[in-house]
């Protein structure tokens, strides 16, 4: 199977020159933040290697920095952006191509500071996020990747156009943009809120990829949370209001996380590689406070369904191509087959107002999906092909108006626009 690495690896990376920011108004959070990593199992962990090995699959270090193929953090997973391709980095104790010659401080600054001994970092490695990491996750980590075996594997230099091949051009980005705190979409005190925030926002960098971005790329301070469209799947709303308007509620989230898999659907795009590689592995407790943290200390109540009205003629030509290619799999009356498919009714890709994710799918499928213990889903073909802009167009009014809740307005121009 292909691995998916485009949305979120991408977003990264068009932060790489004039991206990726932490936005947003400055504020003294020290000593929430210090608490927030401080709580956890893992940070009272005897074993320091176990607490690193955890921080790691939190921070998904090994989405950027380990290739389907290669050596485990040996680098080489191929970063495309609009500024040209980058390449995730060996951080391997190799002494050559690696990190071997790095010290605790050294490891730190690149987190923190973006700055590595011999060079200034790009954003690519989501330093904007990082920044937020407490100096004792900081070396857990760097004490973990030295107990790794060193992997002789050179790196490659980022092939990018002029003038994005001046690295010293990021330190004035940075000046202009690096904050020392990332705004929040939800509210809260508790002390399961503040390490939500703590693992969303610094470790798990959620905001790279949902938050939009304003003319020079950096991260707009007033809408954190609320999605970004800068790759082929979109980045959907997790604010409060945009997760209890899909229905989601903190149950549902941290089953998610956990299995990739909710009564609102499975997790596909990037999403699916942050729960195969990172999300999966955390604790019980950790994932309620993620869960807390996106929705608030207050959660909203989950939103029901709404009757749409839509022309019966267009919803029974998109009830035709349903059963036509979509219901062997989804169930006659979408509610889906275990191991096959998912249920179609509330499905949170339905009940977006935005169809671009929704046409996405038909075009170019879904690849088949392993979930933790023994759910996996089967691949899903792409309709690129096989249905017209008008079909897929009619599908599309069909799922939203009947399971999704959403308007029947998705015109033929829309889909042929994402071909």
């Not at 029901?304 to 029974?316: I, K």
């Not at 799999?329 to 998912?342: D, M, S």
């Not at 499905?347 to 046409?359: C, E, F, G, P």
Request: hydrophobic letters at 40%; aromatic letters at 8%; charged letters at 15%.
């Amino acid at each position: 199977m292909r691995r998916p690495i485009t949305l979120r690896r991408t977003l990264l990376l068009l932060g790489t020159v004039l991206t990726l920011s932490a936005c947003g108004g400055k504020h003294d959070d020290s000593a929430a933040l210090a608490a927030a990593a401080a709580l956890g199992p893992q940070a009272t962990a005897a074993d320091p290697l176990a607490r690193g090995r955890y921080l790691v699959k939190a921070a998904d270090c090994a989405a950027c920095h380990t290739t389907a193929d290669g050596a485990p953090f040996a680098g080489g997973v191929k970063l495309a952006s609009p500024f040209g391709t980058f390449y995730g980095t060996n951080i391997t104790p190799d002494k050559d191509h690696g990190i071997g010659n790095w010290s605790a401080d050294d490891l730190y600054k690149a987190l923190h500071d973006g700055v590595a001994p011999d060079k200034q970092l790009y954003p690519a490695m989501p330093y904007t996020s990082y920044r937020r990491l407490s100096r004792a996750d900081s070396d857990a980590i760097y004490a973990y990747l030295m107990a790794q075996k060193p992997a002789a594997v050179a790196n490659h230099e980022p092939e990018l156009s002029f003038p994005f091949t001046l690295r010293f051009g990021v330190r004035f980005w940075n000046w202009m943009f690096l904050e020392d705190a990332l705004p929040d979409a939800s509210t809260g005190q508790t002390a399961q809120w503040n390490r939500g925030r703590y693992l969303a926002s610094a470790l798990g960098h959620c905001t790279e990829c949902h938050t939009p971005r304003g003319t020079f790329g950096q991260l707009d301070g007033a809408k954190p949370l609320t999605g970004a469209a800068l790759g082929r799947i979109a980045a959907p709303d997790i604010t409060p209001h945009g997760l209890a308007a899909r229905g989601w509620t903190a149950a549902d989230l941290q089953t998610f996380f956990a299995t990739g898999i909710a009564p609102q659907g499975s997790a596909f795009g990037e999403m699916y590689p942050v729960v195969h590689l990172s999300s999966q592995y955390l604790t019980h407790d950790d994932l309620r406070a993620i869960s807390t943290y996106l929705l608030g200390d207050q959660a909203p109540a989950p939103q029901p369904l709404q009757p749409v009205s839509a022309d019966a003629a267009q919803l029974e030509a998109g009830r035709n191509v349903y059963l036509g290619v979509c219901a062997g799999c989804h169930g006659l009356n979408g509610e889906g087959k275990p191991h096959v498919a998912v249920p179609m009714h509330g499905n949170s890709t339905l009940r977006q107002s935005d169809a671009h994710n929704l046409i996405a799918a038909m075009l170019d499928g879904i690849g088949a999906q392993d979930f933790p213990g023994l759910e996996r889903m089967q691949e899903m073909p792409g309709f690129a092909n096989q249905l017209s802009d008008t079909e897929l167009a009619q599908l599309a009014n069909y799922l939203r108006a009947t399971w999704g809740g959403q308007p029947a307005d998705v015109t033929a121009d829309a889909v042929k626009a994402l071909r």
